[in-house]
């Protein structure tokens, strides 16, 4: 069983679509959460940033993390076709200098 | 836009050549990475490098070799590589190599060997 499952996808919703995308892990000791976007042919680009549980928004994003279930989200509200892209979920635990473990990556096209 | 440089942007070497892979950074970041990607894949962590000095090796064949020159510079020499170390290499930096830390990522380079 890997550390971190999340969906590949692909996802295709219309535009202006609330998207949901989720990652599940077994690693009780992470505690730092993150979700990058990663263009087509470009490097990951940071999103969001949680520590433990709790939400955060930032604009039309809000990670969400719930400890309890080891479950995290992000959603997107008013997609855009540029919101069109993979979606990393990442984590790492609190001890240290630990690896970041990615997921595998979901595949987002939002459709005019 | 990303304030990690990678250069270049596109790389093709044949399975005799020598070339490198060149990162940079201006954040005053003190922990640099390199990490590769395939198709479809997340990114896999290849070097961690921590106040200069190599701190993480991950079973890295040595037909890859990092060198950090300063705290700004981060290179990947390669030689002797295989076809299916095609990928995109990524460099990455962080304000130091601690957990709490968030790891910013270069738009990376992408590599073909034939």
């Known amino acids: 069983q890997k550390e971190v499952e999340q969906d590949p996808g692909p996802l295709s919703v219309p535009e202006g679509a609330i998207v949901s995308l989720n990652c599940t892990y077994s690693?009780?000791?992470?505690?730092?959460f993150m979700w990058y976007r990663q263009y087509s042919r470009k490097g990951p680009e940071l999103l969001m940033y949680?520590?433990?549980?709790g939400n955060k928004e930032d604009g039309r994003f809000t990670a969400q993390v719930d400890k309890s279930s080891k479950y995290i989200s992000l959603f997107i509200r008013d997609s855009q076709p540029s919101d069109s892209a993979t979606y990393l979920c990442a984590m790492r635990g609190i001890q240290g200098a630990q690896k970041l473990v990615f997921g595998q990556g979901t595949r987002l096209t939002i459709n005019p | 836009d990303t304030e990690v440089t990678q250069t270049p942007k596109h790389l093709v070497m044949g399975m005799t050549n020598k070339k490198s892979l060149k990162c940079e950074q201006h954040?005053?970041?003190?922990?640099m990475y390199w990490y590769k990607q395939k198709a479809k894949k997340p990114p896999e962590l290849m070097f961690v490098?921590?106040?200069?000095?190599?701190?993480i090796n991950e079973s890295v064949p040595s037909r890859f070799s990092p060198e950090c020159p300063n705290s700004s510079l981060l290179n990947l020499h390669l030689h002797a590589l295989q076809p299916e170390d095609s990928a995109l290499y990524l460099c990455?930096?962080?304000?130091?190599?601690?957990?709490?830390?968030?790891?910013?990522f270069g738009e990376g380079s992408w590599l073909t060997v034939v």
């Open positions: 949680t520590y433990s549980s």
């Open positions: 690693n009780s000791a992470f505690q730092y």
């Open positions: 954040m005053g970041h003190r922990a």
């Open positions: 490098y921590s106040y200069e000095k190599l701190s």
């Open positions: 990455a930096s962080s304000q130091r190599h601690i957990s709490g830390n968030t790891i910013y």
